[in-house]
């Protein structure tokens, strides 16, 4: 009996080290590089450049060595990426962190997000047309093409497909003539422009003025970027309020990592207002913390509708 109490003293103690030894290896590991990863939707050149003060700041702030950004082609290049460990920390849209949660709910965890400048913590799907198409209303769309932006995205897939049905009183695939994707928001509304889609859903802020593109979204970053004016489209539809999207960080990432990263994002709004708005697309008031319960309404649409 002795023996066997000796032994099992020893294999703890034997567990204890390599959590021990795998505890520092992650920690070590944590302050070499830290890996950023930048979903699809706009221009890369355009992505990059936005993301360039994190590049700048974040080493001495958190304490790595170097960061590296990794723009993906589409939304699921970067949700693959966070499920397999190889990137640090990428905001997603709240159906984007939904795949994760329903594939791997150890992968990747949510820690912020943004606050509108209203205060508050959601955004809208919004369906708009070319004004001088002649469509004014989503009873014009019937029969027409309707372009989605991409299928892990919120507001551009996911939230229409649920709440589209009840609002044109018809299944999706009955009501339009035809369904697409457009390769991501800004090329999406690109198309719509072109006369591809006779409307598409984005994501706008819902705050301030149409015209404007919205106070954040899609559309004030193209109108900002000056390669969409506003008096070319008109509103459809708007969906309910959705869920700001995550700043999800990597769930393995030692806690007094993701401490320093927290901290500095948090303070990102007072510190550097440019950084901010720069890597958010528009005006926001701050960030709050959230978790995956917080996403529970679109994890549960999205485990009904289209699944993992």
């Not at 590296?68 to 190889?86: E, M, R, V």
């Not at 997603?92 to 509108?116: F, M, N, R, W």
């Amino acid at each position: 009996m002795i023996r066997n109490l000796l032994l099992a003293s020893v294999a703890a103690f034997s567990v204890g080290l390599a959590a021990s030894a795998q505890a520092e290896e992650n920690a070590n590991a944590d302050t070499k590089v830290f890996r950023i990863g930048i979903i699809g939707g706009e221009n890369e050149a355009d992505r990059i450049r936005n993301f360039q003060c994190m590049i700048d700041q974040l080493p001495e702030a958190i304490g790595v060595e170097e960061v590296k950004l990794f723009p993906a082609a589409d939304y699921d290049g970067t949700i693959q990426g966070l499920l397999g460990g190889t990137l640090d920390y990428a905001e997603l849209g709240a159906s984007g962190y939904a795949k994760i949660h329903l594939t791997d709910p150890d992968a990747a965890e949510p820690i912020l997000t943004t606050v509108q400048t209203d205060g508050s913590t959601g955004y809208h799907s919004v369906m708009v047309a070319r004004k001088d198409s002649g469509i004014e209303s989503l009873e014009d769309m019937k029969g027409k093409k309707l372009g989605f932006a991409d299928p892990d995205s919120t507001s551009g897939f996911l939230v229409p497909s649920v709440t589209l049905p009840e609002a044109v009183g018809a299944p999706i695939n009955e009501y339009f003539a035809e369904t697409g994707f457009g390769g991501g928001h800004e090329n999406l509304v690109l198309e719509v422009v072109k006369g591809t889609f006779d409307a598409g859903t984005t994501w706008a802020s819902g705050v301030g003025d149409f015209e404007d593109g919205y106070t954040s979204g899609n559309l004030h970053k193209m109108v900002e970027k000056g390669i969409l004016d506003m008096d070319d489209l008109v509103e459809l539809w708007k969906s309910p309020l959705i869920p700001n999207g995550p700043i999800v960080v990597r769930s393995s990432m030692s806690d007094e990592m993701k401490t320093k990263f927290k901290d500095f994002m948090m303070a990102l709004p007072e510190n550097d207002p440019e950084c901010f708005s720069a890597i958010q697309g528009g005006d926001y008031k701050s960030y709050t913390e959230v978790n995956s319960d917080f996403y529970k309404p679109i994890i549960d649409a999205r485990r009904s509708t289209i699944g993992g």
